[in-house]
């Protein structure tokens, strides 16, 4: 594949999209961006495996695309931003995303987890801060710097609202990439973490003892109840029981000709429309405070223009980065 132009001169003229402790995303063009690793060499060695683990696992209709590496520097399609940020705007105006989203973005999460799993590859820092949504929105896994490849340790780990204190994130396995599955679940369908207003102390004791959030109403609620409860050998046994519920929300809409059971609590009100149309004061407080972030976090640059940058991906809502 051909090299941007914009790879071969420096990147500080390039905006940039987010960025993070270890790595920012600059802007190419409107279909590709790329990923510059910061100043210390574990940020380099992250996206190295994060490169090895995109080659492993190949093209997917629901993982970022991987197009290329120049120079230590990841290139990669551009997508629009985390499914999580869309949460944030719906919950904003009091709503919740449709049903026919979360069933179409659940079962697209877990086609990519449960490939990523036959690949022996485990993202570990598993929600809805690095999964983003494409031009179509779908659903696409995103970020894996990081993550575990072929049995390696780590070095970002899962939420405390993702993580079950008997299964540490730093020893990734099926179990605690579902229990996390269920909880991105969860945080999909309520646009809130689990038990989003505890410590994270009570969270452990919780988790600990079996006690989780409700979860029926919702749904998903069985699944996601399962997935928390280790009910599930792997993720594709998960996958079928949404692909089940899915087509039983379909028929249930061809049934009752297009309204469904659960339109009242599901349809996005016309306010969500208008709180996005005239969101562009807080659209610049929240890119403002994200380049202060990145330049408060470690961003180092120098007087002159060079090609390394520091930080990684501010956009990430969540404890660790977001891919494109």
Known sequence: MEVHHLLKAPLCDLNIISGGISSLVLELDDSAVVKVPGGFDRNKEELVVERTIYNRLGPHPYITKYLYE????????????????????????????????????????????????????????????????????????????????????????PSPHSEHPDMPGQNPSIQTEMFALGSMLYEIETTRQPYHDKSDEDIEDLFRAGEFPDTSGLILGAVISKLWRMGYEDVGEAMEDMKRIQRKYVNTVENRSGRFWWKERYDIPL????????????????????LFLVLFSSVIIE??????FIGRDVLSIGRTSTNT
């Open 70 to 157: 120049y120079n230590g520097k990841t290139v990669l399609e551009r997508l629009q931003y985390p499914i999580r940020k869309r949460l944030w705007d719906l919950r904003d105006v009091g709503a919740r995303p449709p049903a026919k989203d979360v069933l179409r973005w659940a079962t697209q999460i877990s086609q990519a987890l449960h490939h990523a799993h036959s690949r022996h590859v485990f993202q570990v820092d598993i929600g809805p801060h690095n999964v983003l949504l494409d031009w179509s929105e779908n659903a696409k896994l995103s970020d894996f710097a990081g993550a575990s490849i072929d049995g390696s340790k780590p070095t970002v780990l």
């Open 303 to 308: 007087s002159r223009c060079w090609d390394g």
């Open 271 to 290: 306010s969500y429309y208008y709180h996005m149309a005239n969101n562009r004061i807080a659209l610049l407080l929240f890119q403002s405070v994200s």
